[in-house]
């Protein structure tokens, strides 16, 4: 005799046994996902922001909108942010 109903495997088969295999997989995959969502990491950013999060360009932008900076300052400080980010004048 070889076990239960002579399968050799506890009566589960060989599509159990894939089965199986199949939902630890799909369990550990979840697993891995969602902590490396939920954990910050590096994160590559091309100019765009996160949600609730400006960009150094957006922030001078709306301080020229309000006055808080001259022309001359914004102009200077709008192209050391491209050019520190490696895109050279718009």
């Known amino acids: ?3 239960y109903g002579g399968m050799g495997w506890g ?3 060989v599509g159990g046994m894939i089965g199986m295999v199949v939902f630890w997989l ?3 995959a979840l697993i ?18 996160q949600p ?9 932008d709306r301080r020229f ?10 102009q200077v400080q709008r192209a050391a942010l491209a050019s520190a980010r490696g895109e050279g004048l718009r």
């Open 1 to 3: 005799m070889m076990g």
């Open 11 to 13: 009566g589960v088969g």
């Open 26 to 28: 799909v369990l550990i």
């Open 32 to 49: 891995v996902w969602a902590v490396s969502r939920l954990l910050p990491g590096r994160q590559v950013r091309q100019g765009h922001s």
């Open 52 to 60: 609730g999060q400006e960009t150094p360009e957006e922030i001078l």
């Open 65 to 74: 909108a309000r006055g808080e900076v001259d022309l001359e300052t914004y």
